[in-house]
């Protein structure tokens, strides 16, 4: 398998996060722990890499939300910032910024897009139908109404989306709409001016752009795509008559806003301006970043959001010509909780919170990233998550760590010298070493992040199994040397693992490296991670001393907090 030429740069994203409730695992697995993977695996290469994300905080279910609790609309959503900030960084989930798209940055820039759409034809006014409340006085778009679906009779759909069938909802066409404001079915049609993008004038040049893709992207995205597409691009309405959101620039718009989905995904741009300009960075957002053709640039995504990222912001950023369209999109299935969707509301749901300050982070990552739903939806199970953690990262990675780390220090205190190293390091299992991180490297490259941590867990598998074969401990009472040799090379494997594992497990990686700070640098990581581990002569030079008193570094889950947890569901 080669290895194509990396590009410069490497722009990532990761969806915004909706500041209308609590993440929750299936949106971890969804898009923030595979773009968090893919980001440091480029910073581990060297590559110069950004990973964007902000929290979308306007829309028409924020404001329903917010009227509920009796707060005003950016308390609410200054709320759910936070807390989703909160999550992220206790899941290890490292952006280089996380902004906001109530900020008045982001409104800056959102209308530079406005304007810039607007002056080339590609923003028009038209009329169109809507609901309209006789007992509240309020226009109903979107989410402000609910009625039956007309296409698959789903007696709750709402007037943006079925989340049965998951049809686009014209809410005019729901059959028995209730106003989501007062509850009242005293409900008429009438005729407003909206704002439309003309999504219909570049349909030509969006498949052009799109064909192109054909093949590097997903067997779950491309054909997505190619059958909404093939035929026409359909205009959508970007504004609303709403009283929060970011005010229509033009003149004898008082009361219209631009509407979320519109302004949302431009917050990667705007936040990633905004982090240019705190960091006193000379780059250009635009120039050096968003239109360079020299940046990779990667949307991570789950399956709901597909039509917003490969359809729409694509052909907001060329048409606009302030960005580029995607290079990947690599969109996720959903992943379910015990085969049944989540549901805060019935309660068969999980607290991302609870859940990691209960079983940790290294934990959590491991399994979720263990059954990521990459091409098809997977389901997050209790006891699978037991049987997964204890018996493949406690036992074979854990224990490994725990038995060759522990042992080496109890019998070589003061250190051990160079000489047991040398055997190893010019073996035919170092070869194989090098040739699995590479293999790593290379599914990551391909953001294949399933593969990607199954590859780790075989390395693991490997150290152990040769550390149990040698059996220093007993080789010890008959030649200390050679037991010697068996832990260098052992303690060589622990160390790639560290180093291999640091874009999957941050927290476990730094318990690992800990024990060898004393002779690693960031440029020798660096190496060994690409799998160039002729470094290991320069690392191990001098010998090694385990400074660090060495404790359990993947502590075992146990039945009757499993039972627990288990229990809180069936109860729903």
Same mark, same amino acid.
């Given at each position: ?28 697995a ?5 773009a ?9 290469l ?34 759910? @910032?936070?807390? @989703?900030?909160?999550v ?18 982001h ?25 309209y +409340? ?14 039956? +679906? ?14 049965? +069938? ?32 003309m ?8 498949? $052009? ?5 054909k ?19 359909k ?17 004898? +718009? ?25 960091r ?6 635009? $120039?050096?970043?968003?239109n ?6 990667? @949307? ?6 597909i039509?917003?990222? &490969? ?6 950023s ?14 996720n ?5 015990e ?36 091409? &098809?939806d997977?389901?997050?199970?209790w006891?699978?998550?037991q ?21 080496t ?39 294949s ?35 010697g040799?068996?832990?260098?090379a ?35 990581k660096? $190496?060994?991670?690409?799998? $160039? ?40």
């Open positions: 398998m080669s290895q194509k030429p990396s590009p410069k740069r490497h722009l990532i994203t990761s969806a915004l996060p909706y500041a209308n409730g609590p993440i929750h695992f299936g949106h971890l969804g898009a923030y722990l595979s968090d993977v893919y980001s440091r695996h480029k910073k581990l060297g590559e110069k890499t950004l990973f964007i994300c902000g929290s979308d905080e306007h829309g028409v279910a924020i404001m329903l939300n917010a009227k509920k609790a009796g707060i005003d609309y950016q308390q609410y959503v200054d709320k759910w @910032h936070a807390e @989703h900030g909160e992220f960084k206790k899941y290890g989930v490292e952006f280089d910024y996380f902004g906001q798209t109530s900020a008045p940055y409104a800056e820039e959102t209308i530079k897009w406005f304007h810039e759409l607007n002056d080339r034809g590609f923003i028009e006014p038209q009329d169109s139908q809507q609901l +409340c006789n007992d509240c006085h309020n226009h109903l778009p979107d989410r402000f109404v609910e009625g039956t +679906c007309y296409v698959c009779d789903y007696e709750t759909a709402r007037g943006d989306e079925c989340p049965n +069938c998951g049809e686009f909802i014209d809410p005019v066409r729901l059959k028995n709409p209730v106003c989501k404001i007062c509850s009242s079915q005293n409900i008429k049609e009438v005729t407003v001016t909206q704002y439309y993008l999504l219909s004038k570049y349909h030509e040049e969006f498949r $052009k752009w799109f064909e192109a893709k093949g590097s992207w997903r067997k779950t995205v491309w054909p997505y795509v190619d059958s909404l597409t093939k035929e026409e691009l205009d959508r309405a970007i504004t609303r008559d709403l009283d929060w959101g970011i005010d229509v620039p033009l003149e004898n +718009c008082e009361g219209k806003k631009l509407y979320v989905w519109f302004d949302a995904p431009i917050g990667y741009v705007s936040n990633t301006k905004k982090l240019l300009e705190e006193g960075s000379q780059e250009d957002y635009l $120039k050096d970043w968003w360079n053709e020299e940046t990779d640039l990667t @949307h991570f995504i789950g399956k709901d959001n039509i917003f990222h &490969t359809i729409i912001f694509p052909t907001m060329m048409a606009s010509g302030r960005a580029k369209g995607a290079d990947h999109v690599p969109a299935q959903f992943l379910n909780l085969g049944k969707q989540f549901s805060k509301s019935t309660g068969h749901y999980v607290d991302a919170l609870e859940a990691v300050d209960e079983f940790g982070q290294t934990a959590l990552r491991y399994y979720l990233l263990s059954i990521l739903p990459e091409q &098809t997977s389901s997050f199970s006891e699978q998550f049987a997964k953690v204890n018996n493949e990262l406690a036992n074979n990675i854990g224990n490994f760590l725990n038995r060759c780390l522990k042992f220090q109890k019998h070589w205190k003061e250190g051990m010298a160079s000489e047991f190293y040398k055997d190893f390091l010019k073996s035919e299992e170092l070869k194989v070493l090098s040739e699995d991180l590479i293999e790593v490297n290379q599914l990551l490259n391909e953001q992040f399933k593969k990607g941590i199954e590859k780790v867990m075989v390395i693991g598998n490997k150290a152990n199994n040769y550390f149990s074969e040698q059996a220093p401990w007993a080789l010890i009472k008959e030649d200390k040397e050679k037991a040799k068996v832990l260098a052992s303690s060589v494997y622990a160390l790639c693992l560290g180093v291999v594992m640091q874009p999957f497990l941050p927290d476990l990686s730094v318990g690992i490296l800990q024990h060898f700070d004393n002779i690693l640098d960031e440029e020798k660096s $190496k060994i991670y690409q799998g $160039k581990l002729d470094v290991l002569e320069e690392v191990f030079q001098n010998g090694h001393c385990l400074e660090h008193d060495v404790n359990a570094l993947v502590p075992k889950i146990q039945d009757e907090t499993i039972t627990e947890y288990a229990a809180k569901l069936e109860k729903v």
